[in-house]
């Protein structure tokens, strides 16, 4: 009986090994960056005085995609980024799994006693139960299972390896987009031809063999600035993971603040290439003139241009800045930003109120603001104390609780050690007695999961141990709390 019951507690004391594939970190795919690589263009029949073009055309594309912040994923990416997870953690357990089937493996010739030996060889065993369990989960887990970001930072580089051309790159694009943690390179070539010039241009996904791009242009050495521009646009639209759409905003006066749809992107002037296609609402204020507010339709890949000239007007202006920043404003009902914020003075009496999470809520009539800008520091907000002591009497019952259930587990390895204890003694009496082979190999059985039972005893010892360290710490954090929350 005691025999049938080793395996179902050494599972018990492995089982938090193979818990850990439900570790959420596991089964979450932690990428900082989106790395876009731009290596450096290929030349052909280029005199000296035109070899800068191999330098400068990267760079020019890179600046004109600078601006880009963040690349968003499509689901064809999310799928490839999250097999190509799961295939790297079957790997790395198929190769762990050999490294252990290598190791037992030399046990066979080793020169160890024979105890020691079948000790040695029985935790490699139990290892590779393990990593057999955690393979099987791997191999059968869902896709939807992993938790991927829906975008990522863009991180732009260029590579000026002359290795890095685009005839080698088509051949073994991948392997080098492996070897650098690149999710998309650029690569491009020019040629000279009399007066002309033959640009060639591609861009490569790490989770696709073709090219997602293609462009190919005849330029004059003038007209290679636009060309750059036209691939520029093409590659934008690609890094970003969307569509997108521009707007060019030029205002009078130049220190006027530019938002859209009531974020600030922009003083005096502003051009991007990032905004979503759509209707989009454009404010342009500044002190002393009509703060002036319009709707625009911004096309898909095209670049609109606003010309506004302010008006001067009466309106006064009213600077809110809060310690901590990043506090949300209200004027009545109405939420009109973040702080710091830069707005009109209401004309009627509004009631002003400042907030943030996990800070006290400032509030103020708009009639007892002087001077065209306010400061507010935010205080942390108070601490619960029946809150305090709720939570502390849970944690408390809930340490007892566990420490309550890890006593049972040393009493019961106890028992079976000691009588797995007496049988390997009665074993070695009889062969010490009789020289029967079997009471030998019986002998070594017994104490073999003796010893087995035995440090698994000292083990739940440890846990129980700890268990009630923890649960004196929390019924220290209890006492605290109801002495607190009777105080005045």
């Known amino acids: ?14 089982f938090p090994a193979f818990s850990q594939v439900l570790d959420s970190s596991m089964l979450s795919i932690e990428k900082e960056t989106w790395n876009v690589g731009m290596s450096r263009f290929t030349g052909f029949n280029l005199d000296k005085k035109h070899e800068y073009l191999l330098t400068s055309l990267p760079l020019l594309l890179i600046e004109n995609i600078s601006d880009i912040e963040n690349h968003q994923f499509s689901e064809e990416e999310k799928e490839y980024y999250i097999h190509q997870h799961i295939d790297e953690q079957i790997i790395s357990i198929e190769k762990s799994k050999s490294e252990l089937h ?21 935790d490699l065993s139990l290892q590779m139960t393990g990593k057999e369990e955690l393979l099987s989960l791997w191999e059968n ?9 829906e975008s990522l930072p863009v991180l732009i580089e260029s590579y000026a390896d002359e290795g890095n051309q685009l005839i080698e790159l088509r051949s073994g694009t991948q392997k080098y987009m492996d070897k650098e943690g690149l999710d998309l390179l650029l690569s491009g070539s020019i040629e000279r031809v009399d007066d002309l010039f033959f640009l060639s241009f591609s861009c490569f996904n790490i989770n696709n063999k073709m090219s997602l791009l293609d462009i190919s242009r005849t330029a004059r050495e003038e007209e290679i600035d636009s060309v750059l521009l036209e691939i520029s646009d093409q590659v934008r639209t690609i890094i970003l993971g969307r569509t997108w759409a521009g707007l060019n905003v030029s205002v009078t006066p130049e220190n006027a603040l530019i938002s859209i749809d009531g974020k ?3 003083v005096g002037s502003l051009l991007t290439k990032t905004l979503l296609p759509g209707f989009a609402t454009v404010q342009i204020k500044t002190t002393g003139f009509q703060t002036q507010s319009q709707q625009i339709y911004l096309a898909p890949e095209r670049i609109q241009s606003l010309e506004v000239n302010l008006t001067a007007g009466e309106s006064e202006s009213l600077f809110i800045f809060s310690d901590p920043p990043g506090a949300d404003v209200y004027m009545g009902a109405l939420w009109i930003g973040q702080t710091p914020l830069f707005t009109e003075r209401p004309a009627q009496l509004e009631q002003l109120k400042i907030s943030k999470e996990n800070y006290m809520s400032f509030f ?5 603001l002087l001077g065209d800008s306010i400061t507010v520091e935010l205080g942390l907000t108070l601490y619960d104390k029946e809150k305090k002591l709720k939570d502390s009497k849970s944690a408390f019952y809930r340490a007892l609780g566990w420490f309550s259930l890890s006593v049972g587990v040393p009493l019961i390895l106890s028992g079976i050690y000691q009588n797995l204890d007496n049988r390997y003694y009665n074993y070695a009496i009889d062969y010490n007695s009789t020289g029967n082979p079997e009471s030998y190999d019986k002998a070594l059985e017994y104490k073999n999961h003796a010893d087995i039972a035995y440090y698994s005893y000292w083990g739940g010892v440890a846990v129980s141990g700890t268990l009630l360290v923890n649960t004196i710490f929390k019924l220290r954090s209890y006492i605290r709390a109801a002495e607190e929350s009777t105080e005045d």
Not at 2 to 14: A, E, M
Not at 141 to 149: G, Y
Not at 364 to 368: A, C, F, K, L, N
């Open 264 to 266: 600030t992107l922009g």
């Open 141 to 149: 887990l869902s896709p939807e299972e992993i938790f991927m970001q």
């Open 1 to 14: 009986m005691i025999r049938k019951l080793i395996p179902f507690f050494l599972f018990l004391i492995s």
């Open 102 to 122: 290598r190791q037992r493996d030399i046990l066979l010739f080793s020169e160890k006693e024979k105890k020691d030996r079948q000790k040695l060889y029985d």
């Open 364 to 368: 103020m009539s708009t009639r007892e």
